[in-house]
């Protein structure tokens, strides 16, 4: 009986339904959604994927190529806190679902100079 | 049979299965189903029992006991059925990587149609996961979603 | 033929049958012999039915006489030749009550004249025509049935010297005593059946000779000795106030003695049919007697000899047609009928539900009687006849259930579907037709229901019991029913002697159920207007049946009170039951293992689960008793109380009653 | 030939009804809890979804009696709609009762089996109360048709109106509400999962859902009865009925069988047969 | 012959939300024998924390439970910093104990919403996982993520909370504990929910110390015991009283909860209040030397006990981790014989089971 | 460092532990940890009512038997298990014993806490 009140007020007040995805909220400014990766800063240092706990991240140095695993990432920030060139950042909007797990690649472009030691 | 095909998009009724998840993402299922995201709108019900189920939503990493019971489950759905992996421990094994009773995701166990990563997956995501399944549902049958 | 023949095949034939069981040992001998003589019974009740009403005074008269008075004494003194060597001091106590008043009486007060004064000796009318069908065919069914059972019954417990032939002495007996018991009209001879039939019950519970079957026989014994001491003093009391002529059932129902004489020996002779009929708070003979092997339980305990008590009560309606014991009667009836289905909720085994639904269904009967309308009435007698079939099979069931699982528990038939899938069709079909619609126990207590306007507490009190009726005959049918998924059983083979009986009980089932309007027309009308005169309570037509309005509510005569549309509930469930049980069909592909929270082991059939550390656990299911609130030993304290102070308010209303006359 | 068609009508009008009427449940429940809601057609695509499932049981013996289930509960209805006997149309709802926890009890599911027996203990708690309704009518009508109850002036819910409070009960029950929500539990969110419809499914839980559909029905016609005259006033008491079972569903929490059973019969019971002592001190209409 | 049934209890199972099994032998209804089979969620994370590197273990230690993920994550890092010992800065003190008690608020709110669910007034819990969103958004907002915040690192936290958001959410703490006023005042006075409550799952005083209880499991049985009494963080600077029930039933603990819901948004406030400026985090200089730390810090459910193991390494020669439930569990083998079928999943759910944590 | 810490031999654990129970102390929890040749066994308790924890240490040698004391505080139950199965102590009258599948399935690896090589090496070079 004492919950009559609440629920009557619910049948006028009308539902506090979002109706994602009718109309979808903007994700807060600093939500951790999925990571993004800039070809252009990223030397290969190999730090981000090191202190990854997830192994998300894996390097190839022979290709040059920084490869992301989002199956296997839970968008902890730790990349984008330790690498040196802010190449990695954290975008709000979450990542989308799919059908298929697949490894999405990227070529690092700033690369340093064989031999010269990767910083931390 | 038009009629059937097209009910089927418009009442997929889910399972939830917790492998060994952190309970993360469990706890974002049942927010799926609450007022703010209520899926109801779609026809989604949670059901407890797999004979009910169309969509199974199955959350955190396979590890060695529930691999059995996971696929106890997959087999009692009747079909047509779904499977939707939810987070990513239940994509890959994720952050559990390294523990040495954990198999990965549920893929290896059972075939996953969707994938919707995160951790946890946030709801709108999880959303998107079924709506995807749905695509994917309609498209075998050949009738628009 | 000859109706001095009829009378002797009735009575005299199932005494010359039994000799010869006892004499003849050969196991085929014997069932040729029962056989022969069940068949000639049948044959012999069909004659009486098309007779029609009939008296009928033996030819030797004094002869009969001094034979039915050598063998009162001969039974009663082997009561108490039985109370002590068995040291029961109640047997001994209430052979003493029974045989000391009646040799005062016959001796001491010359109630021989009573003997002679009495004409006729025998009257078949209507109401008895129904009660020798009843005892013919669905009796002479039984004992057929019987033949295999005790066979199968004592090679299974090793029993070495057969004591069947005994046995069939006794049971063959029975069915003469009964037939005996429903003509008599002298109050004397129906005292020498009552006693015979009495006789026959102590020694087939006691067949068995263990220490249980002999307590419970001797607790037989002294309660419907309670009974027979009734009887004897209603003669007394008539013989004294009345005279030696009023003797006669015919006589005290016919209104030919004042109201106010009447009401004591009448009250004393429904006491003595209450107790035979188990009423609360004599039920635990009852309930004891199902010690005995099921045919026992079948013939004397359900369909037949306990009904010889209702009977007695249908009978003499019309003597206290009006009066407060008529409601008292009634109450007691509604409240045994309510109190032993609650009962019957609680109890494990098999028999004992069987037991305590017959006490329950006779409490109904007795509250019909108690109502004592034309359609109460009706409803009262078409409870004797679908109950004795209804009831008679379900024994049988449970009998051919026992030898199948050898165990009379439920909780042991869990799965029969699976075992013995005819037994559980025909098992299946008895337990429905008890209860449920479109069959006749189910219209017949509808009639009840709708008649129970006037004592308006009989009908809360049946409304309560029919809910409690539900859950004790579904809960037990649920446990067979309760298989693994598993295709294909195969019919069991079962030997004639118990498959005959048992389909021949079924198409009585439908039969009867079908053919409820010629039923009602043909007979069950007549034998109403043999107790109670005014009006007639239903329309029957080829679809249904109508409760007639005109002496129920209304004065305009097509006025209906209920309607019962017979022939199309039997096609809604011809479609709703059968059909899908011939149709319905799974492809083996198509079963899956139940749902066991995701751990079941592989496999369709398998019914284990992984549990505690992986370990294999088999699924159980138990039946639900509801031991706590429902139990004997939580009821039978209200239930004793209650029982007892409404048989007390029985005898103070009469009293006061009388008391108020003089 | 007039009952024919009224009959076959219902037949295949009444799951119409009831589908929606679980539709607008299903909305209402849902604004309620402050949820958006399913469309008002969902139930339909469950159902037809259902039908579209692959067959798959667990015994052949639940299958037979889930048509049981159905065929008796449209047989009440037609009881209901072409005015026949009261009394019987509670024993028929009876058979269905018992028809569907024999299902239940037809496989070797726990969960299936305690919901049976719990199906049972309801039908425990509620058959008294609907008797009793039947005898009331008698009481006030002097007859057990229905049609009796049309044709006479007076609302029944006028003299009967303890007995109605009992009827109401009964149908929370029969709607499988809470706090009644015990033997089959309408969202499977409880410890016996579904109960007795746990081991059904696809086109064979469809079944289940259509004779819901016709029960729904039946029981609103019950509670339409109550007031038959003119025609739409029962329709008022009914939807007001309804609207209060989902209020009730929505402010209770799920009770246990013992308590269901010991309230129906203290309350619902209690109500019933003071109403007909009430009757029976006067004298009925009709009897001299 | 007794006839008994005998059934498994998930591990799926519509009211349990986590894989446990108890295998249940009943008399009709009434429960007369249970065996808890558990290791549906055991992953191996102690072991996997001895082979990572010892900050992922952060990472890996949230996700032991998500629903107390923040905390997991906080406790490790106390217990490391421990091992040097490292002091923390008093604004990441604070900043943990906002998280932490944020945590609790909305784990509280979570289990009301479970419980009521576990009794049927589905309703109810709607209402209460509607209020939830609420805290989980000034969660979002202020960490970066609804359910594994990730908030907390050795030394200190990640994230600031600035004046704006500190605002909007007091605002919305203040929101939330109206709202969840009028639910609570349900919970703790309607008949249907108290007659479903009241007296299930009994716990005596002594019945609770002697089975080593924790949480609001242990205070609901009359022991005033909470490891936030010990000061750590902020909560010696707050003012902070355990609160306390003493019928030891699912109602009392109810009652706790609710008791702890206000509390929680009142530590919230304070904390906001004193909040001091500062950095966010202190260096950790090298490895975690060869030493042992126990830290004990009060989750939602209860003490969460940590205990570290350094050896000079990058990694932890030792860590240890019991969870609030892995102490509640074994209660459930007193609690349930001689219970309902019908209360199994009240008096399960009243101790606010998080399997994953117990079998980590 | 641990407060309160008792550095006792398996022979005296029950007595011991009588004690706390005698002066109704709350059972925390257990901890092993794998030295190599032997097992640390670490139990800690917390005086009630109040937050003051004390703990009791013992090592023995992976052959030997330890007693239970889950006949003292049955909620031991769960840490005497899963130190038997994921470290391999022998634990003596357990009150249920789950046979070495409390945590680990039947195909897990066996006894997966012990440290391996590496580990023990590792872990003897940082700690010196």
Not at chain 3, 53 to 64: D, G, H, I
Not at chain 3, 143 to 166: F, G, L, T, V
Not at chain 3, 273 to 297: C, R
Not at chain 5, 161 to 184: G, S, T
Request: glycine content about 8%.
């Amino acid at each position: 009986m004492i919950m009559l009140p609440t629920v009557v007020r619910n049948l006028f007040g009308g539902p506090a339904t979002r109706m994602y995805p009718v109309t979808t909220r903007e994700p807060f400014a600093r939500a951790r959604g999925h990571v993004e990766f800039n070809e252009d800063l990223c030397n290969q240092c190999g730090t981000c994927a090191r202190r990854c706990p997830a192994i998300a991240i894996d390097l190839d140095k022979d290709k040059k190529e920084w490869i992301l695993h989002p199956d296997r990432c839970i968008i902890c920030e730790v990349c984008a806190e330790v690498c040196p060139k802010d190449a990695i950042t954290i975008a709000p909007q979450w990542r989308a679902p799919f059908y298929k797990r697949e490894a999405i690649i990227y070529h690092s472009k700033a690369v340093k100079e064989k031999g010269e030691k990767t910083g931390e | 049979m038009g009629i059937i095909a097209t009910s089927r998009l418009k009442s997929p009724w889910i399972m939830h299965f917790d492998n060994s998840s952190c309970n993360g993402c469990d706890i974002e299922v049942l927010a799926c189903l609450t007022p703010l995201y209520d899926v109801e709108r779609f026809g989604i019900v949670n059901m407890g029992n797999p004979k009910h189920a169309d969509v199974l939503v199955v959350t955190g990493p396979v590890n060695r006991r529930t691999a059995r019971v996971l696929k106890n489950l997959y087999e009692q759905i009747p079909g047509p059925k779904m499977v939707i992996a939810v987070g990513t421990c239940g994509t890959s094994g994720g952050v559990f990587h390294n523990c040495y009773n954990v198999l990965g995701g549920v893929d290896k166990v059972i075939p996953v149609d969707v994938y919707v990563p995160g951790c946890a997956a946030r709801p709108e995501a999880i959303i998107d996961g079924v709506v995807l399944a749905l695509q994917k549902l309609a498209k075998l049958q050949g009738v628009a979603l | 033929m000859d109706y001095n023949w009829m009378m002797a095949v009735a009575i005299l034939l199932p005494v010359v049958a039994a000799i010869l069981v006892y004499i003849l040992r050969q196991y085929h001998v014997r069932g040729i012999i029962v056989v022969v003589t069940a068949i000639a019974l049948i044959i012999n009740s069909i004659l009486f039915l098309l007779k029609g009403s009939q008296t009928f005074t033996p030819a030797n008269a004094q002869l009969w006489d001094t034979v039915v008075t050598v063998l009162d004494y001969l039974i009663l003194l082997f009561y108490i030749y039985a109370g002590i060597s068995l040291k029961n001091w109640l047997v001994l106590i209430f052979a003493l009550t029974q045989i000391v008043p009646l040799a005062y009486f016959e001796f001491g007060m010359g109630g021989k004249a009573a003997l002679e004064a009495i004409n006729p000796t025998f009257v078949v009318d209507h109401l008895a025509i129904v009660m020798t069908l009843v005892i013919s065919i669905v009796g002479s069914l039984i004992c057929i049935w019987a033949i295999r059972y005790m066979y199968d019954h004592e090679h299974h417990n090793h029993i070495e010297k057969s004591r069947q032939p005994r046995f069939f002495f006794w049971l063959v007996l029975f069915l003469g005593a009964m037939n005996g018991l429903v003509f008599a009209n002298n109050l004397i001879y129906l005292y020498f059946f009552w006693e015979v039939t009495t006789l026959v019950c102590f020694q087939l519970i006691a067949h068995d000779l263990n220490k249980e079957a002999v307590n419970n026989a001797a607790r037989a014994l002294w309660m419907n000795s309670i009974g027979g001491t009734g009887l004897i003093l209603a003669m007394i009391y008539l013989f004294v106030k009345v005279g030696p002529d009023s003797l006669s059932v015919a006589k005290i129902i016919s209104g030919g003695i004042a109201p106010a004489l009447l009401l004591l020996p009448v009250a004393l002779l429904c006491f003595t049919g209450m107790i035979k009929a188990a009423q609360m708070p004599f039920q635990t003979w009852l309930l004891g007697a199902m010690v005995a092997p099921t045919p026992v339980s079948a013939l004397l305990h359900s369909s037949t000899m306990v009904k010889a008590g209702v009977y007695l009560v249908v009978r003499l309606a019309p003597a206290f047609a009006g009066t407060k014991l008529g409601i008292m009667v009634a109450l007691v009836g509604a409240f045994t009928f309510m109190a032993a289905s609650g009962l019957a909720i609680s109890q494990t085994t098999g028999k004992r539900v069987l037991a305590y639904s017959t006490i329950a269904n006779l409490g109904l009967i007795i509250a019909c009687a108690g109502i004592n309308t034309p359609l109460s009435i009706s409803a009262a007698i078409l409870l004797i006849i679908f109950h004795a079939v209804s009831k008679g099979l379900m024994f049988l069931c449970a009998g051919t259930i026992e030898h199948i699982v050898w165990s009379r528990e439920i909780e042991d038939m869990e799965g029969l579907a699976a075992k013995a899938p005819m037994t559980t069709a025909i098992t299946t079909i008895g337990v429905l037709s008890m209860f449920l619609p479109p069959f006749g126990m189910l219209l017949a207590k509808w009639l009840a229901l709708e008649a129970s306007f006037t004592i308006p507490l009989a009908g809360i009190l049946f409304v309560i019991a029919s809910a409690a009726t539900i859950v004790f005959w579904a809960k037990w049918l649920g446990r067979l029913m309760q298989v693994l998924p598993k295709l294909g059983s195969k019919i069991e083979s079962l030997s004639l002697s118990y498959t005959v009986p048992l389909w021949v009980l079924v198409l009585g089932i439908f039969g009867l159920g079908l053919g409820v309007g010629p039923v009602y027309e043909g007979l069950v009308k007549n034998a109403v207007a043999n107790v109670i005169a005014s009006g007639q309570a239903l329309t029957t037509s080829a679809t249904g049946i109508v409760v007639n309005g005109v002496t129920a509510v209304s004065s305009n005569p097509s006025f209906a009170v209920g309607s019962y549309p017979v022939w199309p509930l039997f096609v809604v469930f011809a479609v709703g039951i059968l059909i899908p049980f011939i149709f319905v069909a799974v492809k083996p592909g198509e079963l899956r293992p139940v749902y066991l929270c995701g751990e079941q082991v592989e496999g369709a059939d398998a019914d284990e689960w992984y549990s505690t550390a992986d370990a294999k656990t088999k699924v159980q299911l138990g039946g639900f008793y509801f031991k706590g609130a429902l139990s004997e030993a939580a009821l039978n304290p209200w239930t004793y109380t209650l029982s007892i102070a409404l048989l007390v308010i029985l005898f103070g209303v009469v009293f006061l009653a009388i008391g108020g006359a003089i | 030939m007039n009952a024919w068609i009224i009959a076959i009508v219902t037949v295949i009008v009444a799951p119409f009804i009831g589908g929606l009427l679980a539709g607008i449940d299903r909305r209402i429940t849902a604004r309620l809890q402050g949820r958006f809601g399913p469309p008002i057609l969902q139930p339909f695509y469950d159902f037809f979804k259902l039908l579209g499932k692959a067959k798959i049981a667990s015994s052949r013996l639940q299958l037979i009696w889930i048509y049981g289930y159905l065929v008796f509960m449209v047989t009440a209805l037609l009881f209901l709609v072409l005015k026949l006997d009261l009394l019987l149309l509670v024993f028929v709802i009876g058979f269905a009762g018992v028809s569907f926890a024999l299902g239940g009890f037809s496989s070797k599911s726990p969960y299936s089996h305690i919901g049976a027996n719990r199906e049972l203990m309801q039908m425990l708690a509620y058959e008294p109360v609907l008797l009793l309704f039947a005898l009331g009518v008698f009481a006030v009508n002097g007859s057990f048709l229905i049609s009796e109850i049309f044709n006479n002036p007076t609302p029944l819910l006028a003299r009967l109106w303890p007995i109605f409070i009992a009827v109401l009960l009964i149908l929370t029950i029969k709607l499988r509400k809470s706090p009644f929500d015990l033997a089959t539990s309408h969202h499977g969110h409880q410890e016996l999962i579904k109960g007795i419809m746990t081991e059904y499914s696809g086109p064979y839980y469809a079944l289940i859902q259509l004779t819901e559909w016709y029960e729904y029905v039946l029981l609103l016609g019950l509670v339409y009865i109550f007031w038959a005259n003119p025609w739409w006033a029962g329709l008022i008491v009914a939807a007001v009925a309804y609207i209060l079972e989902l209020l009730i569903d929505n402010i209770t929490a799920r009770m246990t069988v013992g308590w269901a059973v010991k309230f129906v019969w203290s309350v619902g019971l209690v109500l019933c047969v003071l109403n007909l002592i009430y009757f029976w001190l006067l004298p009925i209409k009709g009897v001299s | 012959m007794a006839p008994r049934t005998i059934t498994p209890f998930g591990p799926q199972h519509p009211v349990l939300p986590e894989p446990i099994q108890l295998k249940l032998e009943l008399e009709d209804e009434r429960v007369v024998g249970v065996v808890p089979a558990i290791g549906y969620g055991h992953r191996g994370i102690e072991k996997a924390c001895e082979l990572n590197e010892y900050p992922k273990n952060i990472y890996l230690c949230e996700r032991i439970c998500g629903i107390c993920s923040a905390i997991h994550g906080m406790t490790y890092c106390d217990v490391v910093e421990k091992l040097w010992p490292l002091e923390i800065p008093p604004r990441a003190s604070y900043l943990r104990t906002i998280w932490a008690e944020m945590a609790r608020t909305h784990s509280h709110l979570l289990w009301l919403g479970l419980l009521a669910d576990a009794f049927g007034f589905e309703s109810m819990f709607m209402q209460y996982w509607r209020i939830r969103e609420k805290v989980l958004d000034i969660l979002e907002i202020t960490t970066g993520h609804r359910v594994t915040q990730s908030v907390s690192i050795v030394g200190g936290v990640r994230r600031d909370i600035d004046d704006d958001q500190k605002k909007h959410c007091i605002e919305v703490l203040k929101d939330v504990r109206k709202e969840a006023e009028a639910l609570n005042n349900v919970l703790v006075n309607d008949y249907t929910v108290k007659a479903r409550t009241v007296g299930k799952g009994v716990l005596s005083y002594d019945q609770a110390i002697a089975l080593g209880l924790c949480g609001p499991h242990l205070r609901a049985s009359g022991v005033k015991e909470d490891c936030r009494t010990q000061g750590y963080w902020a909560y010696g600077d707050l003012s902070y009283e355990p609160i306390v029930a003493t019928g030891g039933d699912s109602f009392s603990r109810a009652a706790v909860r609710v008791g702890e819901l206000y509390q929680a948004i009142d530590l919230q406030l304070e904390a906001f209040g004193k909040l001091p400026e500062g950095e966010l985090a202190a260096k950790p200089k090298g490895n975690p030397p060869a030493n042992e730390a126990v830290s004990r810090v009060e989750q939602p459910r209860g003490e969460v006990f940590y205990y570290a193991k350094g050896n000079g390494t990058r990694n932890l020669e030792r860590l240890r981790v019991r969870t609030p439930t892995y102490a509640n569990i074994p209660s459930l083998l007193v609690m349930l014989p001689g219970c309902e079928l019908a209360d199994v999943p009240i008096i399960v759910l009243s101790i606010d089971p998080c399997i994953s944590c117990t079998e980590r | 460092m641990i407060d309160k810490l008792k550095e006792i031999s398996k022979d005296q654990l029950l007595a011991e532990v009588k004690k706390y129970a005698d002066a109704k102390a709350r059972f925390v929890t257990g901890s092993a940890n794998d030295l190599g040749d032997k097992l640390e066994i670490t139990y800690f308790f917390n005086a009630s009512p109040g937050m003051d924890l004390s703990a009791l240490r013992f090592s023995v040698g992976k052959d030997e038997e330890v007693p239970s004391m889950t006949g003292i505080y049955l909620t031991a139950v769960l840490i005497e298990n899963e130190m038997k199965e994921l470290f391999g102590l022998k634990v003596k009258d357990l009150a249920i014993d789950f046979g070495g599948h409390m945590m680990l399935a039947q195909d897990s690896p066996v006894l997966p806490m012990l440290k391996t090589e590496e580990q023990l090496a590792a872990g003897k070079k940082g700690g010196n």
